[in-house]
Nanobody, 128 residues
Framework: QVHLVESGGGLVQAGGSLRLSCEAS????????MGWFRQAPGKEREFVAA????????YYVDSVKGRFTISGDNAENTVYLHKNSLKDEDTAVYHC?????????????????????WGQGTQVTVSP
């Protein structure tokens, strides 16, 4: 099994930056991709970004393009989410997720369904 632990959340002013980290442990050899999702109070969980571990392809929700960057360190089994120009609407609990397997399309990786392992989440609060 794979175990995910997120870190790096906190309180930041609008316009500021933050970097989230997610470290995978356990049976990491079969990880195909890792992604970040977020859930704000009263809202549904939303896809944020994903990184295909095999091809280095990345995917983003439109609202974060140009502001967030997902990257990974295969040797450390860690994925990062670099967040710049933060806005109030970025306030949410951010969850890291991993999907194992042999192939998923970019479209599939932008949905929660394929992901079989989830972290506990880390709170990000953006103040005005």
């Amino acid at each position: 099994q794979v175990h995910l632990v997120e870190s790096g959340g906190g309180l930041v002013q609008a316009g500021g930056s933050l970097r989230l980290s997610c470290e995978a442990s356990g049976r990491t050899n079969n990880i195909y991709a890792m992604g970040w999702f977020r859930q704000a109070p009263g809202k549904e969980r939303e896809f944020v970004a994903a990184l295909n571990w095999r091809t280095d392809d990345t995917y983003y929700v439109d609202s974060v393009k140009g502001r967030f960057t997902i990257s990974g360190d295969n040797a450390e089994n860690t994925v990062y989410l670099h967040k710049n120009s933060l806005k109030d609407e970025d306030t949410a609990v951010y969850h890291c997720a991993a999907v194992q397997g042999s192939y998923y399309s970019g479209t599939q990786l932008q949905k929660a369904g394929p992901y079989d392992t989830w972290g506990q989440g880390t709170q990000v609060t953006v103040s005005p």
